[in-house]
């Protein structure tokens, strides 16, 4: 018999390995009491933990939202929210070891994404797979799972920290406290909207496409026929805080979802809390802001509120572009002021209204400016996600 | 070689022990055709290569996302999951006498083969209902359909290798090494001992468990699964499919796309080598090593473990590049406090008596159980300075461990010696049997791995507690570290 030269050493070590630990079983044999050390259990992942995340959550149809962090397929923290926010959503539930139910609703999926394929490239869709046993599956085997369907990019799995996702479910009503009980849910909807549907997770991808498509529609009517609106609002020019000229129809409010507050530099009384709100706005939504939603401060003070001036406090507060300081000519800001329904001859008069408008569909409604930020943004998203 | 084994012996009294007949059973019952059958219907692929699809609800997917197994069970008959209640398919239940009302309520004359390939093909039961659209409909050659009804006639009625009504064979694979003799016999009478116990108490389920080891060459019968105390050179004598439940191996293969039915009790040396990197503490450190590819594994490995905050330097160096003499100058000059040794037997003890000539040689770490070096030959100064890892320790066995191993060797006249390989031995064959009793008397070896992957810290008295998961694979991951402090007082487990 040949035997290489790894399997002598390995052989001599083995024989030495019992010896040694035959002396020691000799020499130590009541040694049991040693603390062993902890056993080294690997934790699935590791991420920020419940204190690093911020407590919030977004509610939405009969679901609240929790603010957690996930694991994609490839491993990569992903925070739930930033996933579906602004999106259509179809979401379904899985585990891997799951093998009646599962497989068909991953093709299903598959299918649904072939069919919906340029709303998903555009990212106008969101596909995603929660894992309802994230201790099992690894993001390893989520990716592993996915790759059978051969479906490409485009669709998200996830899985976490087993109380993350636990606290997703419940959220999301799909919790199954015995996971080969849960049912083949599909969960439709869109994110800041109250439009949330469940479906049967195995039918026929085309009727979940059905769902679907509504939700995909322009919020706004395209072709909007404005000649009504610029006769009635004009183009009357005021000044924005980097002191270029806006007209009020073509550059501030066409097209536009719009909240409108007056306000003048040296109030001390509301005008702080208003702007404070605005800034709360711009910062809740985001990449919005400026793309399909104006926040219009228009000064009731113009004499004394320079361009200048204007300029050093929207700085202060951090507004970016979407958020627009105006001051202007007395005459064109009353103008502007009397079309927006808010003219106040003395600038303590005004009043703590905010307009919110949807020019595209022509909705407007009125918010109590000092009401809670929460109670604001119900209302713009109300006015946001009309569709007409 | 075949000739001079002193095994022959062993099995020879092994076998006579337990008395049992296999003569039922064969490697497989299955015909090709069936046997082909049964691929489509476990993987969703044909052996001929042709496409096989799955058509569901407008979606097309390949059959090997949705095989008949994943939802009728390899049984045939029937996994429900979150309301969804695939048929029994057993040509029994396909062809029921009676006209009367199914489980899903229809009715329907019985299967025949053609009314089958309808179901399969076109999801149309034999009075033509639609069957629920989660039964899929599936295109495949006429070549394919027919090997799967072929096979769909006699599954649930296959034998499963090593099993009887009567009787459970469990094999042991046994080290290939004509040197090992010994410890193979011992490690051998260890499991027998603990297998006839458990059939004076009535055996599992009614099923007494036979025994076979071997060595060299592929178990002469079948066997339902094997337990093994060491797994390094014998995977190629493991037949596919069957369920191993082994002591360690140096490179545990771990990923599971490639194994699921191999189940390690005990970390291996690349876990090892990580756990002692993680006990550098800073200053220099030495890495010396025999250049092959396994010490290199290990060598990562251990880089792994360090944690580089604190660690000035991390230098390699090659054993064929340096007499121990000279490189024991090279690490003085260069004020090395801690060295990772992966060399061979000489130079290890060479390069530890140079160190040793002076009063304060580095830190050494070792992995006990490759380490050829017999630290107990050492100068004196070493007390104290080694650190060695082990995947197993005296400390884990509790009284009632210690006291069960002593009972069986002392009742079945059994040698003391190997007790490392014995309690690993021993380990497996409790965790497999517990395993089997936990999967009821209608075995299978897919029921198997899935109990095995369900043990969740069994104690076996010997071992640190035995956990496996769906991604799990090593029973305890737990390496211990011991310290060498002198002759007399020998290794101390540190805290």
Redesign the interface.
């Known amino acids: 018999?040949q035997?290489s030269k790894?399997?002598t050493?390995?052989?001599?070590?083995?024989?030495?390995?019992?010896m040694?630990?035959?002396?020691?079983?000799h020499?130590?044999?009541t040694?049991?009491?040693?603390?062993?050390?902890a056993?080294?259990?690997?934790t699935p992942a590791d991420m920020p933990t419940c204190a690093d995340l911020p407590k919030t959550s977004v509610k939405m149809a009969d679901m609240q939202i929790p603010d957690v962090y996930l694991l994609d397929q490839q491993g990569e923290t992903v925070r739930f929210y930033d996933l579906i926010k602004g999106k259509v959503v179809a979401m379904n539930f899985i585990f891997?070891?799951?093998?009646?139910?599962c497989?068909?609703m991953?093709?299903?999926l598959?299918?649904l994404k072939s069919i919906m394929a340029e709303e998903v490239q555009q990212g106008d869709l969101v596909l995603l797979s929660i894992s309802i046993d994230p201790?099992?599956d690894?993001p390893q085997?989520l990716l592993?799972w996915s790759e059978?369907?051969?479906a490409g990019p485009g669709w998200t799995l996830l899985t976490g920290d087993k109380s993350r996702v636990d606290e997703l479910l419940k959220g999301l009503n799909v919790y199954a406290p015995l996971r080969?009980?849960?049912?083949?849910i599909m969960l439709i909807g869109k994110e800041g909207t109250d439009k949330w549907i469940r479906a049967n997770g195995?039918?026929?991808?085309?009727?979940l496409a059905t769902h679907i498509r509504p939700l995909l529609l322009p919020s706004k009517p395209v072709n909007v026929d404005y000649t009504a609106e610029e006769n009635y609002f004009t183009n009357v020019k005021l000044v924005n805080q980097y002191g270029e000229e806006m007209s009020l129809f073509e550059d501030l409010l066409k097209d536009k979802v719009v909240v409108i507050n007056p306000y003048f530099l040296s109030c001390t009384g509301s005008c702080p809390i208003m702007n404070g709100m605005m800034k709360d706005l711009q910062h809740y939504f985001g990449d919005k802001v400026g793309k399909d939603i104006h926040l219009i401060s228009i000064s009731v003070d113009p004499e004394h509120d320079s361009p200048e001036k204007v300029k050093a406090y929207a700085e202060s507060m951090g507004a970016k572009r979407g958020w627009y300081l105006l001051t202007g000519s007395r005459e064109n800001i009353d103008q502007a002021l009397w079309k927006l329904g808010n003219q106040s001859p003395r600038p303590e008069d005004h009043k703590n209204i905010l307009m919110v408008g949807n020019l595209p569909t022509r909705l407007w409604k009125k918010a109590n400016g000092l009401a809670p930020i929460t109670e604001i943004v119900k209302i713009v998203e109300s006015v946001l996600y009309d569709e007409g | 070689?075949k000739d001079n084994l002193p095994l022959g012996i062993l099995r020879k009294t092994i076998l006579c022990l337990v008395a049992v007949s296999f003569a039922t059973i064969s490697w497989s019952q299955l015909g090709a055709s069936e046997e082909r059958g049964q691929d489509i219907f476990r993987k969703g692929t044909s052996p001929s290569g042709q496409k096989i699809v799955?058509l569901?609800?407008?979606?097309?997917?390949?059959a090997?996302?949705?095989p008949c197994s994943?939802?009728h069970g390899l049984d045939g008959k029937g996994?429900?999951?979150?309301?969804?209640s695939?048929s029994n398919i057993t040509w029994n239940a396909l062809t029921k006498g009676y006209n009367g009302k199914r489980s899903n309520g229809r009715t329907h004359n019985a299967y025949t083969s053609t009314t089958l390939k309808r179901a399969i093909s076109m999801g149309l039961d034999p009075a033509g209902n639609t069957l629920n659209?989660?039964m899929?409909h599936y295109q495949m050659s006429q070549q394919d359909m027919q090997d799967l009804v072929d096979y769909l006639k006699v599954l649930g009625q296959e034998s499963v290798p090593g099993l009887t009504d009567s009787t459970l064979l469990i094999g042991t694979l046994l080290r290939p090494?004509?040197?090992?003799d010994e410890?193979n016999q011992v490690v051998s009478e260890i499991i027998h001992a603990y297998f006839t116990e458990i059939n004076q108490q009535g055996g599992i389920f009614n099923r007494q468990l036979a025994f076979e080891p071997t060595q060299n060459e592929p178990l002469k019968q079948p066997a339902f699964a094997l337990v093994s105390s060491w797994l390094?050179?014998q995977q190629d004598l493991i037949p596919p499919g069957t369920p191993v439940v082994g002591g360690m191996a140096?490179f545990p293969e771990t990923d599971l796309?490639k194994n699921r039915q191999l189940f390690y009790l005990l970390p291996g040396l690349d876990q090892q080598a990580e756990t002692l990197g993680r006990q550098v503490k800073g200053g220099k450190i030495a890495l010396i090593y025999e250049s092959?590819t396994?010490r290199g594994e290990l060598i990562e490995a251990f880089k792994k473990g360090v944690r580089t905050a604190n660690v000035k330097e991390i230098i390699e160096f090659k054993t064929t590049d340096y007499p121990p003499e000279d490189l024991a100058g090279i690490l003085r000059k260069q004020q090395i406090n801690q060295v990772f040794l992966l060399g061979?037997?000489a130079f290890e003890k060479d390069l530890c008596d140079q160190l040793g000539i002076h009063d304060s040689p580095p830190e050494l770490f070792l992995l006990?159980?490759?380490?050829?070096l017999?630290?107990?030959e050492l100068p004196a100064v070493w007390q104290g300075k080694i650190i060695l890892a082990?995947p197993q320790?005296?400390?884990?066995?509790?009284?009632k461990g210690k006291a069960m191993i002593r009972y069986l060797q002392q009742k079945y006249n059994l040698s003391d010696?190997?007790?490392?390989?014995q309690w690993a031995a021993l380990s497996g064959a409790i965790l497999l049997v517990d395993a089997l009793k936990k999967v009821g008397r209608d075995l299978s070896r897919e029921q198997l791995v899935e109990a095995l992957e369900n043990t969740y810290r069994l104690e076996t008295g010997l071992l640190?507690?035995i956990?496996y998961?769906?991604?799990r694979r090593i029973g305890?991951?737990?390496?211990?570290?011991?310290k060498y402090l002198g002759v007399e007082?020998?290794?101390?487990?540190t805290?």
């Open positions: 018999m035997i790894t399997t050493t390995i052989l001599a070590c083995l024989l030495l390995f019992q040694a630990m035959a002396q020691h079983d020499q130590h044999n040694d049991q009491n040693h603390k062993t050390a056993c080294c259990a690997k891997t070891t799951c093998t009646t139910i497989p068909p991953g093709a299903n598959t299918q201790v099992t690894t085997r592993a059978k369907f051969e080969e009980e849960h049912a083949p195995l039918a026929p991808a085309e009727q | 070689m799955a569901m609800s407008g979606a097309e997917v390949p090997s996302v949705l994943s939802c996994r429900p999951e979150g309301g969804v695939p659209s989660t899929p090494e004509p040197q090992l410890m390094d050179q140096q796309a092959d396994l061979n037997a006990g159980s490759f380490t050829t017999n630290i107990y082990y320790w005296m400390s884990s066995a509790s009284d010696r190997y007790q490392q390989s640190p507690p956990s998961s769906a991604n305890s991951e737990q390496v211990f570290l011991v007082r020998g290794l101390v487990l805290e």
